[in-house]
Structure formats: structure tokens, C-alpha cells
């Protein structure tokens, strides 16, 4: 079992930024798929960026190449989304989830999920 625990959400103006945490407890978290996806109200969970447990590999929607970036530290069992030059259309409540395997940008590829950080993007 993970347990995640996001946070780093707010309020940022458009071209501000902001950095995401998810602080993992429980057994084996080098050993996972990171992920973080993002939903916003009525639309469908989707995915932002993943890095394996490696770290040394990392993938994007192609919507956040250039202006996101996911890293991990495996020793604090933690992973982190450093999102610059934010815009309107980053708005959404971002999910940190785990998977063993590996790496996707499925939702349902993914057995654990963090509660949900909620980022407002102000044009």
C-alpha cells in the first residue's frame, strides 16, 4: 500500500509558477511509477507528466513540454512538478499517483492516488 499526499497548490497569475509535492508513505516508493494528471470540473482526469523510478527519464503531455518539469528524491519518498510560465489553461485540481510497472499515462494504469492539489491559474 501508498499513501499520497499532495501539496504545493494556489492561486499563481499566468506566467507565474508554482511547485507540486506528493509526499509518499509506505513500502518500496523507489519502486514505482510516479505520475501527476490533472481534472478539471466535468471533464476527464488527465495525464501532465511521469518519471520512473530511475528518475533518469521523464515523460510530458505535450501540452507542458518546455514549462513543467517531474523529479523525484527517492530517499525522501517524495516527487515534485515545477510548473513555470503558468497559463489560464493549466487551472485544474492536479492528482500525484503510483503505479508498479511500467510508466503510462492511463488513469486506470495507476492503483494509487493522492487526494487532489488545486491550482488557479488568473489570466
Known amino acids: 500500500q501508498v499513501q499520497l499526499v499532495e501539496s504545493g497548490g494556489g492561486l499563481v497569475q499566468a506566467g507565474g509558477s508554482l511547485r507540486l509535492s506528493c509526499a509518499a508513505s509506505g513500502r518500496s516508493f523507489s519502486s514505482y511509477v510516479m505520475g501527476w494528471f490533472r481534472q478539471t470540473p466535468g471533464k476527464e482526469r488527465k495525464f501532465v507528466a511521469a518519471?520512473?523510478?530511475?528518475?533518469?527519464?521523464?515523460y510530458y503531455t505535450a501540452s507542458v513540454k518546455g514549462r513543467f518539469t517531474i523529479s523525484r528524491d527517492n530517499a525522501k519518498n517524495t516527487v515534485y512538478l515545477q510548473m513555470n510560465s503558468l497559463k489560464p489553461e493549466d487551472t485544474a485540481v492536479y492528482y500525484c499517483a503510483a503505479r508498479f510497472g511500467n510508466w503510462s499515462a492511463e488513469t486506470y494504469d495507476y492503483a494509487y492516488w493522492g487526494q487532489g492539489t488545486e491550482v488557479t491559474v488568473s489570466s
Open positions: 518519471i520512473p523510478w530511475t528518475g533518469t527519464t521523464t
